[in-house]
């Protein structure tokens, strides 16, 4: 299993570190991650959810991504626009027309919490 871990602008995988030589700053940091997961899913991550997944120390595994995508393609079938998917213990909002991933947040995040401008939800 490949995990990824955002950390301090390196991308570090469970069977291969690695620190892409080209991150510069957040827009290349935001490129070289985009080009990882994209190699495993379709989905893509938003600027502030890449943001929000580093501070809140999010792990995603390539199983969970796929989970994200089946999710929004769930959701996509039942014509859902944004979407809130809930994952264990973490909550993710999506642009389902898009396939991004727009915000995320894990459980201390999410208590007491309001979720706006979403029309359905996908618990996985």
């Known amino acids: 299993m490949v995990t990824y871990k955002i950390n301090n602008k390196h991308l570090i995988s469970q069977n291969n570190l690695q620190k892409p030589n080209s991150i510069k ?9 985009q080009q990882q997961i994209n190699k495993s899913a379709e989905i893509k991550f938003s600027k502030h959810a890449i943001q929000r997944l ?17 999710a929004i393609d769930t959701a ?4 859902i626009k944004e ?16 396939k991004t991933v727009i915000t995320a ?12 401008n979403i029309d359905g939800a996908v618990i996985i």
Do not use: W, Y
């Open 54 to 70: 580093q501070q809140r120390n999010i792990e995603l595994s390539v199983q969970e991504i796929s989970k994200l995508n089946n």
């Open 25 to 33: 700053g957040t827009s290349d940091f935001h490129q070289v991650f």
């Open 76 to 79: 996509a079938k039942k014509g």
């Open 105 to 116: 947040a894990v459980d201390e995040q999410l208590e007491d919490n309001v979720f706006t």
């Open 83 to 98: 979407t809130l998917i809930i994952m264990d213990n973490r909550a993710f909002i999506a642009s389902v027309n898009n």
